[in-house]
T-cell receptor, first 116, second 115 residues
Framework: AQTVTQSQPEMSVQEAETVTLSCTYD???????LFWYKQPPSRQMILVIR??????QNATENRFSVNFQKAAKSFSLKISDSQLGDAAMYFC?????????????FGEGTQLTVNP | NAGVMQNPRHLVRRRGQEARLRCSPM?????VYWYRQLPEEGLKFMVY????????ESGMPKERFSAEFPKEGPSILRIQQVVRGDSAAYFC?????????????FGPGTRLTVL
């Protein structure tokens, strides 16, 4: 079974600064997808960014980018120019590319605080 | 295009009662997933359904929990004889397809409190 680990329960960053959230995962599969979701106080889950394991190029979405290290099974999220609205719980998630409709496996989350 | 709808948003039940949580997927989506989030934890997969079929229920407790997604109407997660440990946020997600890259869109969740 796959597992996802987020070793930082809490992180904080100054507004306009850069912060990196860590995520490692364990799998025996070679093809899979990785995601970062944001959960603000409203509790709505919002997809931030996703990465296909067979792509070596790191995904980027505006101020959000990832550092995907397949051999190390590491998938960190970098938030540049942090804004107050980035404050939320961030979850890393894994999804197998095998079979159909496979579930998302989530980490325990990192609570990000953005200080003005 | 309305997003994934869940109701009720908040549900309070006494121990031993039944809880019914409803989820209407996004228009055009025929794949529904249920996840549970215990306090201070990440989301845990419970069940994956397609219309009239349960595809994967490996994350669902063997007793008291059941799910359905009828041909017409919303998907229902049913918890019988609730206990305090069932208190959690229950999220529904839907997707248009089953390729690994098909995004799962989440509803706002139902927060169940068992007194």
């Amino acid at each position: 079974a796959q597992t996802v680990t987020q070793s930082q329960p809490e992180m904080s960053v100054q507004e306009a600064e850069t912060v990196t959230l860590s995520c490692t995962y364990d799998t025996s599969e070679s093809d899979y997808y990785l995601f970062w979701y944001k959960q603000p106080p409203s509790r709505q889950m919002i997809l931030v960014i996703r990465q296909e394991a067979y792509k070596q190029q790191n995904a980027t979405e505006n101020r959000f980018s990832v550092n995907f290290q397949k051999a190390a099974k590491s998938f960190s999220l970098k938030i540049s120019d942090s804004q107050l609205g980035d404050a939320a719980m961030y979850f890393c998630a894994y999804r197998s590319a095998m079979g159909s409709g496979s579930r998302l496996t989530f980490g325990e989350g990192t609570q990000l605080t953005v200080n003005p | 295009n309305a997003g994934v709808m869940q109701n009720p948003r908040h549900l309070v039940r006494r121990r031993g009662q039944e809880a019914r949580l409803r989820c209407s997927p996004m228009k055009g989506h025929s794949h529904v997933y249920w996840y549970r989030q215990l306090p201070e934890e990440g989301l845990k997969f419970m069940v994956y359904l397609q219309k009239e079929n349960i595809i994967d229920e490996s994350g669902m407790p063997k007793e008291r929990f059941s799910a359905e997604f009828p041909k017409e109407g919303p998907s229902i997660l049913r918890i019988q004889q609730v206990v305090r440990g069932d208190s959690a946020a229950y999220f529904c997600a839907s997707s248009i397809g089953t390729s690994g890259f098909d995004e799962q869109f989440f509803g706002p969740g139902t927060r169940l409190t068992v007194l």
